[in-house]
């Protein structure tokens, strides 16, 4: 199976600041035959359902705000956001599917400092 | 628009057996690849279970595998999950997701919580 570790575990970051949060696969998700890398990040907020925000490492979803961005290549990732708005408090999730058990990473909970 | 809605989820003892169901609309559900993720209480996104648009690909995390079965009913644009041989660790929130053609899931039902105890 493919671990994927988020760092860090928790973040306090300042209003209009930014947040990187940071992903590492135990093996590389680089599909080699279309060049993808197959890792998504979501974002959970309290007593709510996960939502996608980027997929292929780096495209963000439709009406995803532009302040989101992913980045990072075979086993390496970030989702940095640029300029932290209060309603970014969440948990957020990688996730790998580029094997057949797509396994997320452990989480990484953003609070305001 | 995208829904999800999950149902059948529930109190049972262990060792005790449910179904889950899913039930998808605001697209062409036989289009697309869809999983179960389940969140236990307090803790991360585990998941669980992935099936291809014809049923005919089925995958499973190692933690599930043998006692959980994923399947869907492409006429009622509904997908399952048959849970059997239930464990205390079981217990969490069952969550349906839709694969975009990149295969994240980009869109979630709102769970159906599963407590397993005696």
């Known amino acids: 199976d493919i671990v994927m570790t988020q760092s860090p575990d928790s973040l306090a970051v300042s209003l209009g600041e930014r947040a990187t949060i940071n992903c590492k696969s135990s093996?590389?998700?680089?599909?080699?035959?279309?060049?993808?890398?197959?890792l998504a990040w979501y974002q959970q907020k309290s007593g709510q359902p996960p939502k996608l925000l980027i997929y292929?490492?780096?495209t963000r979803e439709s009406g995803v705000p532009d302040r989101f961005s992913g980045s990072g290549s075979g086993t390496d990732f970030t989702l940095t956001i640029s300029s932290l708005q209060a309603e970014d408090v969440a948990v957020y999730y990688c996730?790998?599917?580029?094997?057949?058990?797509?396994?997320f990473g452990q989480g990484t909970k953003l609070e305001i400092k | 628009e995208v829904q999800l809605l999950e149902s059948g989820g529930g109190l049972v003892q262990p060792g005790g057996s449910l179904r889950l169901s899913c039930a998808a609309s605001?697209?062409?559900?036989?289009?697309?690849?869809m999983s179960w993720v389940r969140q236990a209480p307090g803790k991360g996104l585990e998941w669980v279970s992935f099936?291809?648009?014809?049923?005919?690909?089925?995958y499973y995390a190692d933690s599930v595998r043998g006692r959980f079965t994923i399947s869907r009913d492409n006429s009622k644009n509904t997908l399952f999950l048959q849970i059997n041989n239930l464990r205390a660790e079981d217990t969490a929130v069952y969550y349906c997701?839709?694969?975009?053609?990149?295969?994240?899931?980009?869109?979630w039902g709102q769970g159906t919580l599963v407590i397993v105890s005696s």
């Open positions: 997701a839709k694969a975009n053609a990149a295969t994240a899931s980009d869109s």
């Open positions: 605001g697209f062409t559900f036989s289009n697309y690849a």
């Open positions: 099936i291809r648009e014809s049923g005919s690909d089925t």
């Open positions: 093996q590389s998700v680089l599909y080699s035959s279309n060049n993808q890398n197959y």
């Open positions: 292929w490492a780096s």
């Open positions: 996730q790998q599917y580029y094997s057949t058990l797509h396994t």
